[in-house]
């Protein structure tokens, strides 16, 4: 199936005798049912040829139709033997001939440290690998042609494969997948930047800087190959860019992903049953961010309380952080909740379907915000983010209610937030006067911290109201108890959304306004000793530098929670840990030993002679924005 995004499919099978691909009319129906057969499938059938090349104007006697059967993941322990075959063409008098990309490019960027192969095996938690010893980097010319300057892709593999077959000295079947690089001079009508086989084995990219050197369009391909589609974000196609599977430059897939390709287990899978209506108790979770490990990083939701007509969707709660295969995560969505929803009719959890579940992330929350998702009638609470020896997690609340989300569910309090900022510990500052330095309004912890690190006056540490925007540059940090009692800090009702008057530090005695209220003088504080951050990513690296990080925080406005914290919390600046697992989860661990009936493997297998591999090819955005 190949989607032009025009709202138009196209489907092929591939010839199991020399691997030739055909296109087809529509998509094949089962004989006996006449139901629509799915990618991946093996079937026999008559190709009438039309008058384009390589395509049936009709197809007939549609027969041995064998489906993907269910797997426990869609990529579980698998081992890629890669061939990327970089073409270029020769010309003649009558044709020009053209470039190809820069093959040992190519192969820097699959084997490089944090390459291709390396992100593949860490987001995957070690159950995927590309094997190096059995993968394969070759420049190919071709002769000129029509239908390669024209872009059609299917006919340029087609005529590649026996040229490159003989150049492997007949061992190109010898690989678990191929990738097309297309020549300079067909990019040109290229509508996508790569195009693959869904459940299939073959895949196709430009020689762009968004094709074949985007890291992310590369394993977005190949994971096409294994049955994943686009990430979605507020109902639009390839914009979650917290994945590769949407625009992310290469981190790792999102939490929904992670446990449809069968890498992750879920935390807690929660029903009507495991979640009362309108309960005293609240379900309360830590859930670890996706870069700490395979084991409980998800919650899952079914939300079968809902009318039949009205359940159409999953949800899923996970937690991103800049670390491990995240290491370029856009600071968009680092330390943050993230919130997907799931088309119930294809989402079937682990292994899946072979439909689009079109997981859509439609929230991104803070630590110290709440949701209420009226058309679940949920509650979502992301309470506080923990940053310890354990790693980054999140203490997140849900509640069901049956009709006011606000009597009914009795949200534990938020306690006091301290903004993590890389290179940044967090501790009180319990004289926030006497060493104040410059104050600053309309900036994040992100502009703070940079405002602090490019001081003339000394900088050591700053103070920061997330709520009001506010930060004070701090010429050191005083730790030791000021004289006097302290204040109390204000009675909050259990239903509040934010503990606004323990998250403020308070304002410099210059710039006070005289009716302000008084804020305790022991709120959380930003301070220094400034320490190393732990990510040995380089600004290099980085797929945002810091400074991008500073402007795009300016032009968005102040957010809470936005950066990242090399040490954790004090005690006393953050509230006890909730505990880890509220509900256990429903779903049991993987077994690292069981080999999926993935579509790759079905690819493989041997066939009658008779029967043709039935393929589907989903393309990517044709707009390089959403690559």
């Not at 159409?312 to 969505?333: F, I, M, P």
Request: with cysteine; aromatic share 6%; hydrophobic share 40%.
């Amino acid at each position: 199936m190949a989607d032009n995004h025009m709202f138009q499919v196209k489907w092929f099978v591939i010839r199991r005798t020399d691997a030739m691909a055909f296109r087809l009319p529509s998509q094949p129906l089962a004989p006996v049912t006449l139901k629509p057969i799915p990618a991946g499938s093996s079937i026999s059938l008559i190709c009438t040829p039309s008058l384009q090349p390589y395509t049936c104007g009709k197809i007939s006697n549609i027969t041995g139709v064998f489906s993907p059967a269910a797997a426990p993941g869609l990529a579980v322990n698998v081992s890629v033997s890669l061939l990327v075959v970089v073409l270029k063409m020769s010309g003649n008098d009558d044709c020009p001939g053209s470039d190809g990309a820069d093959p040992a490019r190519v192969s820097q960027m699959l084997w490089e440290p944090r390459g291709i192969a390396s992100q593949l095996s860490t987001c995957s938690y070690g159950s995927m690998t590309l094997n190096a010893n059995k993968s394969k980097v070759i420049e190919l010319a071709l002769p000129c042609s029509f239908e390669v300057l024209a872009c059609d892709y299917m006919a340029t593999a087609n005529i590649a494969r026996p040229l490159a077959d003989a150049a492997l000295n007949g061992l190109l079947n010898s690989f678990t997948h191929t990738m097309w690089v297309m020549p300079y001079e067909s990019t040109s009508n290229c509508a996508f930047l790569g195009i693959s086989a869904i459940r299939g084995r073959v895949s196709w990219l430009t020689p762009a800087e968004l094709g074949v050197f985007k890291a992310g369009t590369v394993m977005q391909e190949l994971m096409h190959n294994y049955g994943l589609f686009h990430g979605w974000r507020e109902e639009t196609e390839y914009t979650d860019g917290s994945t590769f599977m949407g625009m992310a430059q290469s981190a790792c897939p999102s939490g929904p992903e992670l446990l449809l390709l069968g890498w992750a287990t879920p935390l807690a899978v929660l029903n009507g049953r495991l979640l009362p209506e309108a309960s005293l108790s609240v379900f309360n979770a830590t859930i670890p961010a996706t870069y700490l490990g395979q084991s409980g990083v998800v919650v899952r939701i079914l939300p079968d309380w809902l009318p039949g007509d009205v359940y159409t969707k999953n949800l899923y709660l996970s937690v991103r952080s800049r670390a491990g295969g995240d290491w370029q995560l856009d600071a968009e969505y680092d330390n943050r909740l993230s919130v997907h929803t799931a088309l119930r009719v294809a989402d079937a959890g682990i292994g899946g379907t072979a439909g689009d579940p079109q997981f859509d992330l439609e929230y991104l929350m803070d630590q110290g915000t709440l949701q209420v998702l009226d058309q679940y009638r949920l509650v979502i609470q992301a309470r506080e983010l923990l940053d310890d020896s354990r790693g980054r997690r999140m203490v997140v609340d849900v509640c069901r209610f049956r009709s006011n989300a606000t009597t009914e569910c009795r949200m534990p309090p938020i306690p006091t937030i301290c903004p993590p900022v890389d290179g940044y510990t967090v501790q009180k500052d319990l004289d926030c006067r006497d060493n104040d330095l410059e104050a600053f309004a309309n900036v994040d912890a992100y502009i703070a911290s940079s405002l602090c690190d490019t001081s003339p006056s000394g900088c050591l540490g700053f103070s920061f109201s997330a709520r009001l925007g506010f930060a004070v540059l701090k010429a050191s940090p005083v730790a030791a108890e000021a004289p006097g009692p302290e204040p109390a800090p204000p009675a909050f009702p259990a239903t509040a959304v934010t503990n606004a008057a323990a998250t403020e530090a308070p304002l410099p005695k210059a710039t006070q306004p005289s009716s302000a209220p008084s804020i305790p003088h022991t709120a959380c504080s930003s301070a220094a000793p400034k320490a190393p951050p732990t990510d040995t990513t380089t600004p290099a690296q980085s797929s945002t530098s810091q400074a991008a990080a500073f402007a795009s925080a300016a032009s968005s406005g102040p957010r809470a929670a936005l950066a990242t914290s090399t040490q954790p919390a004090s005690p006393a600046a953050s509230a006890p840990e909730a505990p880890s697992e509220a509900v256990a989860p429903t779903t049991p661990p993987l077994s690292q030993a069981a080999q999926p009936a993935s579509s790759t493997a079905l690819a493989q297998a041997a066939e009658p002679a008779s029967s043709t591999a039935f393929a589907q090819a989903a393309e990517p955005a044709s707009s390089t924005a959403f690559a």
